[in-house]
């Protein structure tokens, strides 16, 4: 297997299908044994988007980023923060 030769050893064939799944997008990468947050502060997200914090408020205020309020304090599921980019679509750049 290619894999095997470019990294000087055996890589079972499921760990590769598990990399090739990711970098498609058809499933998240979740580390064995680590426990991830599943919320983040409206800081953290639009730092994760990309986009600056008043960009991000236009956002959510137009409804494209949910947002969940736990004992007064507004979050951000990472989980939608993964669909929200999923649903982007690509433009073509013409010039």
Known sequence: ??????LSKRVPRKLVAMVAA???GEQRYE???????????LNDAARRLG??????????KKGL??????????????Q????????LRVK???A
Do not use: H
């Open 1 to 6: 297997m290619a894999v095997d030769a470019i």
């Open 22 to 24: 990711v970098a498609k």
């Open 31 to 41: 580390e064995q044994g680590k426990v991830s947050p599943l919320l983040c502060n």
């Open 51 to 60: 986009v600056s914090r008043s960009r991000f408020w236009q956002l959510r």
């Open 65 to 78: 980023v949910p947002t969940v309020e736990m004992a007064g304090v507004r979050y951000v599921r990472f």
């Open 80 to 87: 939608d923060l993964d669909e929200v980019v999923m649903a």
């Open 92 to 94: 073509e750049v013409t």
